[in-house]
């Protein structure tokens, strides 16, 4: 079967144990039969669509591709977050949130997410809508928390959520 996977989903494919694919950004200009794709990515081909936004969806991941693809022979997958922080305590902090991939993120770390209408302590936003948000931005002062995404953050999943969980946790746990 030839299979391809963009760029991005390219080392959770590694972790997974896949050994033969191609990678390509436009899966739909290949002669795969099967493409391995972000979940929000559309393609005309049969593709395999992948959210790598927690630790946990990386491993369901990992473990969905070994599953589909066969493989056997591979170490088992686990990772160790060092959080500092405790869900308990995060609940208590209130986070309005731009993106539904962040807020995978922040409710994994036991934030409460809030909708528009409501009062909140933290704006989380990626990068790419800062300019769309500058007015809430300077109104919320240190109290915000815009995050890296595409060229600007690791293709490594791993390393990828890491980083994120990383400047959420330093940014909003760690304040006074």
């Known amino acids: 079967m030839k299979i391809v996977a963009t760029p991005m989903c390219k080392d959770v494919m590694r972790l ?3 050994k033969k694919f191609h990678v390509s950004s436009d899966p739909d200009s290949t002669d795969a039969e099967i493409a391995v ?9 049969k593709s395999v669509k992948l959210k790598l936004n927690t630790f946990l969806q990386i491993k369901e991941s990992v473990e969905m591709l070994r599953d589909m693809f066969g493989i056997i022979e591979v170490e088992n997958i686990s990772f160790k977050v060092n959080i500092k ?11 309005r949130v731009y993106s ?77």
Do not use: W
């Not at 794709?37 to 081909?45: D, G, Q």
């Not at 305590?89 to 986070?95: A, D, G, P, Q, T």
């Not at 915000?144 to 791993?158: D, S």
């Open 100 to 176: 539904n991939f962040l807020r995978d993120i922040v409710d994994d770390l036991g934030f409460s997410v809030v909708s528009e209408d409501q009062n909140y302590d933290y704006l989380v936003y990626p990068d790419y809508v800062r300019d769309k948000l500058s007015d809430e931005i300077v109104t919320m002062g240190d109290y915000v928390v815009e995050v890296p995404t595409h060229k600007n953050a690791p293709k490594n999943p791993v390393k990828r959520a890491e980083m994120r969980y990383k400047l959420l946790e330093k940014k909003i746990c760690m304040k006074p």
């Open 37 to 45: 794709v972000l979940s929000e990515t559309n393609t005309v081909m």
């Open 85 to 95: 922080s405790s869900k308990s305590e995060n609940r208590k902090i209130k986070v």
């Open 16 to 18: 997974a144990g896949v």
